[in-house]
């Protein structure tokens, strides 16, 4: 999800995000999850706690740094030696970069032989000191690890937030392009600068709208799946869908790194389709599955994905009616009009309605009214750090508390721990989503 709260969050908070997950020694959770599903829930904690920090109050609002660092070489260790090896080595030097980190700072792997480091507080001047310095505590270290001793470099690409980047996905991708640069020169820091985009910007757009469109023609989309459970029993009650681009060499690709690109590209209605029409296939197979399906604001009120979904509705008793079809509290707001007829479009077919990442907008409470929609998806920003924020907790309970005067279901997103889901079960939450009950899952792993 890409809204912002408005609450404050403190200097370190970022690293409470799934934090005994989080940490490099800590591989239960890894071990659970194969390659490609591994590193797609790392990269979702790192786009999770980049929003969290944007997403603080602007009184409070501090600068902070993102740090892409690949471990150089690792490629010819695993073909010299083995992938053991390599694997064994990557870990030393993360456990080193963790080591070196100050109070404030979070740490994830990324990808491969990528670390993902987030520094709160942090000034665009420093930095590059504080890259520098991780650079020399790697190149000066001799890794024991069990082939031999090994020496290594990292290569640093950094961003500075929000001066360089003001949403998210922005902030990873300048931080991935900075990385790209510094790698030509093992060992070197890269920081992202106004200048990369205007050379860039150009290259990357074509570069992902090739990829989208040929996946598209080759049906390389998937779909995963994440359970939304009933707060009082843990059952799962509906899954919301989730957009996956396969490469060719068939590794998948999170919503998150390119949807917004695609938005901007004007492609976000033809993935829109495709995981619509993903969608009714599941729907189809399983007669007693419900699914949560988001869609962009480009598709909101949009005739042809209006009519695949009649057409459906029409050749399968029942489909609409497990069907809920979340919208952005933005984009509702932008144009309210339309968005309330495209609302009742879908309720003439059955479908149910929810306002995604309500609270990250400006959507006020008297639009419910208006709009007539059947649940709130609470944004998850809210989420963070909840037992120990007295203004999130209060404002979850009077979303809540008004969610239920209008009749409306709620559901808390991005719920990681037992005593977050304790606090909103207490304050009345009718539905769960996160990590604490369930990682996407393939449409083969239904039961």
């Not at 790392?42 to 920090?53: I, K, P, S």
């Not at 991780?134 to 024991?144: E, N, P, S």
């Not at 933005?330 to 309605?353: E, P, S, Y």
């Amino acid at each position: 999800m890409n809204g912002a709260s408005n609450s404050d969050i403190p200097p370190g908070a970022s690293s409470h995000l799934l934090e005994a997950a989080n940490d490099l020694e800590d591989q239960r959770l890894l071990k659970s999850y194969s390659g490609d599903d591994a590193a797609g829930i790392q990269r979702a904690r790192v786009f999770e706690a980049v929003g969290a920090l944007l997403g603080r109050a602007e009184p409070t609002r501090r600068p902070f740094a993102l740090l892409m660092i690949a471990a150089n070489a690792i490629d010819a260790i695993n073909v010299e030696i083995g992938f053991d090896a390599g694997d064994e080595l990557i870990a030393a030097v993360g456990h080193l970069l963790k080591s070196k980190l100050e109070q404030g700072a979070s740490i994830w792997r990324y990808g491969s032989n990528t670390f993902a480091v987030l520094i709160d507080d942090c000034a665009e001047a420093d930095i590059e000191s504080i890259a520098e310095r991780l650079i020399a505590a790697v190149g000066d270290t001799t890794f024991q690890i069990s082939a031999a001793p090994f020496r290594a470099t990292v290569s640093i690409g950094g961003v500075a937030i929000p001066a360089r980047a003001t949403a998210v996905g922005e902030a990873v991708s300048h931080a991935l392009a900075a990385l790209d640069d510094a790698k030509r020169l093992p060992g070197s820091f890269v920081a992202h600068h106004a200048e990369h985009d205007a050379k860039k910007s150009a290259g990357h757009e074509r570069s992902v709208s090739s990829d989208i469109l040929s996946a598209l023609e080759e049906n390389r989309f998937r779909i995963v799946l994440q359970p939304i459970v009933e707060a009082s029993s843990g059952k799962p009650a509906l899954y919301e869908v989730l957009l996956r681009m396969e490469k060719r060499d068939g590794t998948l690709v999170a919503a998150v790194e390119f949807i917004e690109d695609a938005e901007k590209l004007g492609l976000a209605r033809l993935l829109d389709r495709r995981a619509l029409d993903l969608a009714l296939a599941v729907l189809g197979n399983h007669p007693s599955l419900k699914l949560s399906l988001n869609i962009s604001s480009q598709t909101a009120g949009d005739k042809s994905w209006l009519a695949a979904l009649q057409r459906a509705a029409a050749d399968t008793a029942n489909l609409a009616s497990r069907l809920t079809v979340e919208i952005t509290e933005t984009a509702m707001i932008h144009d309210i009009d339309r968005i309330a007829i495209f609302v009742g479009q879908l309720h003439a077919l059955g479908c149910k309605v929810a306002i995604d990442d309500f609270g990250a907008g400006y959507t006020s409470f008297r639009h419910l009214k208006t709009l007539k929609v059947d649940m709130l998806k609470i944004d998850g920003m809210f989420m963070s750090g909840l037992p120990r924020d007295h203004q999130n907790r209060a404002l979850v309970k009077s979303i809540i508390d008004i969610a239920d005067a209008f009749g409306l279901e709620t559901v808390a997103e991005w719920v990681r721990d037992e005593e977050t889901a304790n606090i909103l079960r207490a304050a009345g939450i009718k539905y769960l989503q996160g990590y604490l009950h369930g990682m996407p899952i393939s449409v083969s792993e239904l039961t």
